[in-house]
Nanobody, 118 residues
Framework: QVQFVESGGGLVQPGGSLRLSCTAS????????MYWYRQATGKQRELVAL???????SYADSVKDRFTISKDNAKNVVYLQMSSLKREDTAVYYC????????????WGQGTQVTVSP
């Protein structure tokens, strides 16, 4: 199964920006969909953004127009550019993938902590 390593998190002030990276253990060029999720303390994991094999994207309403998902197939990396960050964006961010339309998510990585605070 594909494994992922997330990075790029940190402490940022409200209104700031961060770029998260998700490095896959194998090629992502033919993967059906790549996903960013997040989990805040005491809450369930929620979908943030996804990007398909063809580059089509979709976002949760809460991050639309603030976050941008992209990928670099040559580097096997998926990015999440986050701007205009809010306190409610504070969470551990994870990436994962569906290799095919009928597959399941692989194992979850450690994630990367994003903390938005003055």
């Amino acid at each position: 199964q594909v494994q992922f390593v997330e990075s790029g998190g940190g402490l940022v002030q409200p209104g700031g920006s961060l770029r998260l990276s998700c490095t896959a253990s194998e090629s992502i060029a033919t993967i059906f969909g790549m996903y960013w999720y997040r989990q805040a303390t005491g809450k369930q994991r929620e979908l943030v953004a996804l990007i398909s094999k063809t580059g089509a994207t979709s976002y949760a309403d809460s991050v639309k127009d603030r976050f941008t998902i992209s990928k670099d197939n040559a580097k096997n990396v998926v990015y999440l550019q986050m701007s205009s960050l809010k306190r409610e964006d504070t969470a551990v961010y994870y990436c994962n993938a569906l290799k095919n339309v009928d597959s399941s998510f692989g194992p979850w990585g450690q994630g990367t902590q994003v903390t938005v605070s003055p």
